[in-house]
């Protein structure tokens, strides 16, 4: 696989565009990289806890980073985020759309149910109960663990604005523009998560 | 700062910690797989912008010969003082004629034949002028 360099190298070779377009392309293609690397493991894991299966957070991941590229790359860069994560939560709730039609329409079908959340086979689930020789990485892991299991149930606005304003870091306009909603009603899904979430998680942390 | 407060803000930042701690553990195979999706996305970056260079070129080539035909075409059959003015009848004629000899039942028969016979009807339009009125 080529790296980075290879990768824009190839944008100053062969007939192109003037040397000036070359390299506003060339800066605006190494700001993207930058951006996206910045950003891509955070999302990947936001949108784990949402999907809860890692290729199909892989996906949608994907999915976001070819979308923003190919339609919103020569808007400021100031805007990627927002909107990076706005193409990402779409690509989440079609996919959870689509699995809750697959479930519906399997549950018509005989033989055994499926599974699509796999909650049965979750490693953590086996896993001892925490005593003192239990090392710190698998406490941290179990204590994550609750954490998502917390947030999926929460309802999907909530979920969202928790995990942008606090996991991601977004001010409450970037989080509006992210969700397609109103500050108004960021703040509201924000204050009802963390409320939810400090009654179901509070004792235990 | 009320309790509530207090325990907001705990729940936040312990919330955020963990899941600061869980994007580090993130194995290599999946780490790779990020790195690969997002040069597989700067790359259709680099397509959509190479069609993007390509296409002003061809439009501008493309809006070029649009407008040498258009001038072309106005000077050939709207220049002013033309001494010889286009044969439209004529023209719009012979293609009526081409087109019912093409469309008639046996039409490439009929081209066939009338390619054949072409240097006779040039004769015999020839002799005809020639020859003197009664």
């Known amino acids: 696989m080529p790296g980075f360099d290879t990768l824009t190298a190839t944008w100053m070779v062969g007939d192109g565009p003037a040397p000036e377009t ?17 950003i891509e493991r955070r999302a990947f894991r936001m949108a784990q806890v949402s999907l809860r299966d890692p290729d199909d957070a892989m996906d949608v991941v994907q999915d976001a980073m070819l979308k923003l590229v190919r339609n919103y790359a020569t808007r400021p860069s100031a805007e990627w985020r927002p909107l990076f994560y706005r193409i990402l939560e779409n690509g989440v709730r079609d996919l959870q759309r689509r699995r809750s039609v697959r479930k519906r329409f ?50 999907a606005r909530q979920r ?39 009654e179901q998680l509070g004792e235990v942390w | 700062m009320s309790e509530e407060t207090v325990d907001s803000r705990r729940l936040e930042e312990r919330s955020r910690a963990l899941f600061q701690e869980s994007v580090e553990r993130i194995d290599m195979p999946t780490r ?13 970056a680099e397509r959509t912008a190479r069609t993007g260079w390509l296409r002003l070129p061809l439009l501008t080539s493309a809006g070029g010969v ?20 286009p044969p439209v009848a004529d023209s719009a004629a012979a293609l009526e004629d081409l087109d019912l000899v093409a469309s008639s039942d046996g039409g ?27």
């Open chain 1, 22 to 38: 070359r390299g506003v392309v060339l800066e605006q293609t190494r700001e993207l990289d930058k951006f996206l690397a910045e």
């Open chain 2, 66 to 85: 649009t407008a040498a035909a258009v001038l072309g075409a106005a000077l050939w059959f709207g220049g002013a003082g033309s001494h010889h003015p």
């Open chain 2, 32 to 44: 790779s797989r990020l790195t690969q999706a997002r040069y597989a996305a700067l790359r259709a």
């Open chain 1, 160 to 198: 969202e604005a928790f995990m942008l304003r606090n996991f991601e870091g977004l001010d409450v306009a970037e989080t509006a523009t992210a969700m397609g909603c109103s500050e108004g009603s960021v703040k509201t899904h924000y204050s009802r998560a963390v409320h939810t979430l400090r």
């Open chain 1, 106 to 155: 399997m549950t018509w079908l005989p033989g055994p149910k499926e599974d699509p959340d796999n909650e049965a086979q979750d490693p953590l689930d086996n896993v001892a109960d925490a005593g003192p020789a239990v090392p710190e990485a698998l406490m941290q892991a179990q204590a994550m663990q609750k954490l998502e299991a917390s947030l999926r149930d929460l309802p």
């Open chain 2, 108 to 134: 490439a028969d009929n081209v066939e034949m009338l390619q054949d016979d072409l240097d006779f009807y040039a004769w015999a339009d020839k002799t005809a002028g020639s020859e003197p009125s009664a």
